[in-house]
């Protein structure tokens, strides 16, 4: 996988960070990691820093002035990504709740059965999670069903933060125009991706919930999800 990125956004990711990045390298010797790290008041960051000399040439990092979303600092890596070679670019969470085994799942879904945009989906296959209380496996079970029921998309997971691209979906995508910021990200991009009729693939996955660190969810980003996808349609509508 000469030509993949895996890019991951991080805000006070200090426990998790040099393992996640050790596991996604342990995937291939040819994976290269840009993390987004938005100022970390715990000083992830500098840890990533630390590691750049051993990963020379293979792990970059992007640093923000702030805390500015997660739909902004996938932009940003976005952006950064289609400045060089890379043809497989991934969205991958710090945390673990996204296993780096499922990585090569995930580019051989794009790679050898030709998807343009492969999602690691934990509802494909009945409901996959682990360790999410029941009120909040709810919650985004339904989350996706209304997103499907508003948008018309046959996705089964479209809140999903676990994606391979092709290089051409983000290319054809108007990066500049992506509205949402937190969670509704995930589902614009993947509604971006619908409306230009790319081929996209849900891969099964297992989501483990994180055991280090802290859930960056609020009820502005579920909000955010819920009023955001009426607006996203209403919008495409008129857009035709």
Same mark, same amino acid.
């Given at each position: 996988?000469?030509?993949?990125?895996?890019? !991951?956004?991080?805000?006070?990711?200090?426990?998790?960070?040099?393992?996640?990045?050790?596991?996604?390298?342990?995937?291939?010797? +040819?994976? +290269? !990691?840009?993390?987004?790290?938005?100022?970390?008041?715990?000083? $992830?960051?500098?840890?990533?820093? %630390?590691?750049?000399? #051993?990963? =020379?040439?293979?792990?970059?990092?992007?640093?923000?002035?702030?805390?500015?979303?997660?739909?902004? %600092?996938?932009? +940003?890596?976005?952006?950064?990504?289609?400045?060089?070679?890379?043809?497989?670019?991934? #969205?991958?969470?710090?945390?673990?709740? +996204?296993?780096?085994?499922?990585? !090569?799942?995930?580019?051989?879904?794009?790679?050898?059965?030709?998807?343009?945009?492969?999602?690691? =989906?934990?509802?494909? $296959?009945?409901?996959?999670?682990?360790?999410?209380?029941?009120?909040?496996?709810l919650m985004s079970y339904l989350a996706s069903k209304y997103v499907r029921l508003i948008t018309g998309m046959n996705i089964q997971d479209t809140t999903a933060g676990f994606v391979c691209y092709k290089r051409e979906?983000?290319?054809?995508?108007?990066?500049?125009?992506?509205?949402?910021?937190?969670? %509704?990200?995930?589902?614009?991009?993947?509604?971006?991706?619908?409306?230009?009729?790319?081929?996209?693939?849900?891969?099964?996955?297992?989501? $483990?919930?994180? $055991?280090?660190?802290?859930?960056?969810?609020?009820?502005?980003?579920?909000?955010?999800? !819920?009023?955001?996808?009426?607006?996203?349609?209403?919008?495409?509508?008129? #857009?035709?």
């Amino acid at each position: 996988m000469p030509d993949t990125v895996v890019i !991951i956004p991080t805000y006070n990711e200090i426990e998790n960070i040099e393992a996640i990045i050790r596991a996604v390298f342990s995937q291939s010797d +040819h994976l +290269h !990691i840009l993390i987004v790290d938005d100022n970390s008041p715990d000083l $992830t960051g500098l840890k990533v820093k %630390a590691l750049q000399d #051993e990963f =020379s040439g293979k792990l970059f990092l992007e640093t923000r002035q702030e805390k500015s979303g997660l739909g902004t %600092a996938y932009i +940003h890596g976005f952006k950064w990504c289609l400045k060089r070679s890379y043809q497989y670019i991934f #969205e991958m969470d710090a945390d673990f709740s +996204h296993n780096p085994n499922d990585i !090569i799942k995930l580019y051989n879904a794009c790679h050898i059965d030709g998807a343009h945009l492969s999602i690691g =989906s934990r509802y494909i $296959t009945g409901v996959n999670v682990v360790n999410w209380p029941m009120s909040r496996v709810l919650m985004s079970y339904l989350a996706s069903k209304y997103v499907r029921l508003i948008t018309g998309m046959n996705i089964q997971d479209t809140t999903a933060g676990f994606v391979c691209y092709k290089r051409e979906v983000l290319e054809t995508i108007d990066l500049n125009k992506i509205k949402f910021i937190g969670y %509704a990200f995930q589902i614009e991009m993947k509604f971006k991706a619908y409306l230009k009729q790319f081929k996209i693939t849900e891969v099964p996955v297992i989501f $483990t919930d994180r $055991t280090r660190g802290e859930s960056k969810l609020s009820s502005s980003i579920i909000s955010e999800a !819920i009023f955001g996808v009426i607006s996203m349609k209403l919008k495409s509508l008129f #857009e035709k």
